[in-house]
T-cell receptor, first 114, second 113 residues
Framework: DTAVSQTPKYLVTQMGNDKSIKCEQN?????MYWYKQDSKKFLKIMFS???????INETVPNRFSPKSPDKAHLNLHINSLELGDSAVYFC?????????????FGPGTRLTVL | TQLLEQSPQFLSIQEGENLTVYCNSS?????LQWYRQEPGEGPVLLVT?????EVKKLKRLTFQFGDARKDSSLHITAAQTGDTGLYLC?????????????FGQGTILTVHP
């Protein structure tokens, strides 16, 4: 059973399109995250939700909009895609929102914007 | 903004050699985590260190948290080809940090047979 799953695994799209990435966790965790990993492997947090409530919102263009329909799901919608959005996007979850909690990462979604 | 400087960025060694990866910051972290990431997968937590001066061992891997909780190191003894991967350190600022980890730039380790 996959603990944190993301779909799709790969996403290739044209500039200007709108796309969504879905994430689901079956660990019963309260907190979920979205990270962006660039081509140099630098991993940076974008958003975090705790019990469906947004608790971390880093400096991310408002073209990116997370949505948490329930505790087990956190989706990421991206409007008007740009070349610079090309990256690997990781979803993660943790039991709680504290810094000591282990974060479990999904396999990533490789987004390529042409 | 808290930053973590990780070094070296690339490390290519022969099987059986020892190596150390460093993670440094001018900021204090309440805890520091080390992750390992394999190609096509997400990072997997190896260890969390919390107390200044703490040393944790995980088989051939030794993790140390600096006394001032501003730096950490990962030492691998007698590296094996299976240790190949991307190693990431990540610090938590503490307080109401809401799990907001700051990641280092990563170290790509290649162990040759």
């Amino acid at each position: 059973d996959t603990a944190v799953s993301q779909t799709p695994k790969y996403l290739v799209t044209q500039m200007g399109n709108d796309k969504s990435i879905k994430c689901e966790q079956n660990l019963g965790h309260d907190t979920m995250y979205w990270y962006k990993q660039d081509s140099k492997k630098f991993l940076k947090i974008m958003f975090s939700y705790n019990n469906k409530e947004l608790i971390i919102n880093e400096t991310v263009p408002n073209r990116f909009s997370p949505k948490s329909p329930d505790k087990a799901h956190l989706n990421l919608h991206i409007n008007s895609l740009e070349l610079g959005d090309s990256a690997v996007y990781f979803c993660a979850s943790s039991q709680d929102s504290g810094g000591l909690d282990t974060q479990y990462f999904g396999p990533g979604t490789r987004l390529t914007v042409l | 903004t808290q930053l973590l400087e990780q070094s070296p960025q690339f490390l290519s060694i022969q099987e059986g050699e020892n190596l150390t990866v460093y993670c440094n910051s001018s900021s204090v972290f309440s805890s520091l985590q080390w992750y390992r990431q394999e190609p096509g997968e997400g990072p997997v937590l190896l260890v969390t260190v919390v107390t200044g001066g703490e040393v944790k061992k995980l088989k051939r891997l030794t993790f140390q948290f600096g006394d001032a909780r501003k730096d950490s190191s990962l030492h691998i003894t007698a590296a094996q080809t299976g240790d190949t991967g991307l190693y990431l350190c990540a610090g938590a600022p503490g307080g109401t940090s809401y799990g907001k980890l700051t990641f280092g730039q990563g170290t790509i380790l290649t162990v040759h047979p």
